[in-house]
Structures are given as structure tokens and as C-alpha cells.
């Protein structure tokens, strides 16, 4: 599995408006909804879902990283996005620290192994601190796509 | 599981664990994991096929991507591995995580 596999480009947000969680959740599920990925209608639902988990544990794992998900019926695959913010949310992370960027993932309710491979390559990298750097720096959306393509690519080899 | 011979409080402790729970090692049972890990002085390194990562680490726990069925080896080496493995082993494989197995989730 790769990020070209389920990340949908058109919907990553280079510079979030939002500047709390949950916001930066509403945001972030918007900008999937608007490029149709979540069906129709749906975007509501996921949002009280994605919080509601969020709100359970936290997925900001550290190193200024979140990675909120949750499974839904309104999508057949994994369908992810990422937002970037440069003042830093806080998403009552575990080590306490502000989060930069934040890798949003809806998953299929019926496909748990489907979620854990998309989890797999998303911690593979957000694990490297070059790979969290590089996305830091990015101030596109172009930018951030090309960053992805380009592991995607070397990591075939 | 085996002990080695305890030389200057190096002791090391494996077992081998299935997963259990129909979603699999997913965030919160990661989290989970980790939690018990951490509880421990010991080192403890989780392994399947492919690689070796730091159990007491949720991201690198994360990457194990570890399916329902799936075999994981469970490593301790420390004064108190014993007691890490035997905790470990129990929430894996008889708590699965207070989730539903495979069976217990058709029944639903």
C-alpha cells in the first residue's frame, strides 16, 4: 500500500484555517467531502465521529504529529488527507506537544486489515524524522503531493 | 519460554502470541500495549516477519500492522522480564484487548 493509494490529494490543506481539534477535524473532513470521496451527506456524521474518538484517546502520538481516524460506511476504501498548520494545534497529544501535521483517515467498517496496511506505510514514515521535517516544511499542496510520490516511489524499489 | 542464565540481572524472557481480536493490533489496542510495556524496567522488542520494533513505542507498535491471526514474538530482557511477558501475553492472547474475536463478533 502506498499514499497515492488512499490519500486524495485534492483535499490536503498546505496552511489550516482552523486553530483548534476540532476544528482542524472539521476541516480537514470538509475538504474530503467536497471531492466527493465520502458520498453524499455523510461529512456531518464522520465529523461528530472522528471527535468522538478523538476524545477517547488521543492519536497525536508525538513529534508534533496526529493521525485522527475513524471507519465509516461511507466509504469502500481508506480515504485519507493532511492538513499542515504552522501555529500548531493542540491535540492533547501524548508527549504533551503542539501537532504540524495532522494525517486525517476514514477507513471501511468492514475491512479492519485494510485500516491497519494504511496505518502501517502512514507510521512507516511519520517515524522518520526527515520524512516529518520535509512535510513541515512543505507550504503547498503540490509540495506535499510530490513528497508523497516521491516515498511512494522509492519505496518500491 | 525460556530463561538464560541470570548473569548480572540480564535476564531475557520470549513467548509468541497470536492476535486475536477481529480488528487486529489497531491504535487503541496498540495503545494498550504500550501502556503494559511501559509499566516494566525491561526492554521489550516485538517482532513479526518482517521487523523488530520497540514495544514500549506506540508509533513503531503502529507499524507492526498486525492482522487478526496474525504471530507476533514478544521479547523481555531485564530484571522483571518475566512478569512483562506473562502481562503482555495475557492481554494479547486472553483479553484480546477487551475486543471481540472474529467468532464473538458474528454473534452480534
Redesign the interface.
Known amino acids: 500500500m502506498k499514499f497515492a493509494d488512499f490519500v486524495c490529494f485534492e483535499a490536503i490543506i498546505p496552511e489550516l484555517k482552523a486553530k483548534s481539534r476540532n476544528g482542524v477535524i472539521t476541516e480537514l473532513v470538509s475538504a474530503l467531502d467536497k471531492t466527493g470521496r465520502l458520498g453524499k451527506n455523510n461529512s456531518k456524521e464522520i465529523i461528530k465521529a472522528v471527535i468522538k474518538r478523538e476524545k477517547?484517546?488521543s492519536?497525536g502520538?508525538?513529534?508534533g504529529v496526529a493521525?485522527p481516524?475513524v471507519k465509516s460506511r461511507a466509504v469502500k476504501d481508506v480515504v485519507a488527507t493532511i492538513g499542515q498548520s504552522s501555529i500548531g494545534i493542540d491535540f492533547s497529544s501524548?508527549d504533551k506537544k503542539l501537532v504540524y501535521s495532522v494525517i486525517l483517515l476514514i477507513s471501511p467498517t468492514d475491512d479492519?486489515?485494510r485500516?491497519?496496511?494504511a496505518?502501517?506505510y502512514v507510521?512507516?514514515y511519520?517515524?522518520d524524522e526527515k520524512f516529518r521535517k520535509f512535510l513541515r516544511q512543505s507550504k503547498t499542496a503540490e509540495e506535499i503531493e510530490d513528497l508523497l510520490t516521491e516515498v511512494d516511489e522509492n519505496s518500491s524499489i | 519460554m525460556q530463561a538464560e542464565e541470570n548473569t548480572l540481572e540480564k535476564v531475557v524472557f520470549e513467548t509468541s502470541v497470536e492476535i486475536k481480536n477481529?480488528?487486529?493490533?489497531?491504535?487503541?489496542p496498540a495503545?494498550q500495549f504500550v501502556d503494559v510495556a511501559n509499566k516494566f524496567e525491561c526492554d521489550i522488542t516485538v517482532s513479526n516477519k518482517a521487523n523488530s520494533v520497540d514495544g514500549k513505542s506506540?508509533?513503531?507498535m503502529?507499524?507492526?500492522?498486525?492482522?487478526?491471526g496474525t504471530k507476533l514474538k514478544i521479547k523481555a530482557e531485564g530484571v522483571d522480564a518475566q512478569q512483562a511477558i506473562n502481562a503482555l501475553r495475557e492481554l494479547v492472547e486472553e483479553e484480546h484487548f477487551d475486543e471481540p474475536t472474529p467468532s464473538e463478533q458474528k454473534k452480534r
Open positions: 477517547e484517546a492519536t502520538m508525538g513529534k493521525v481516524h501524548l479492519p486489515d485500516h491497519l496496511q496505518m502501517e507510521f512507516k511519520l517515524q | 477481529a480488528d487486529g493490533l489497531h491504535m487503541r495503545m506506540i508509533m513503531q503502529s507499524m507492526l500492522a498486525a492482522t487478526c
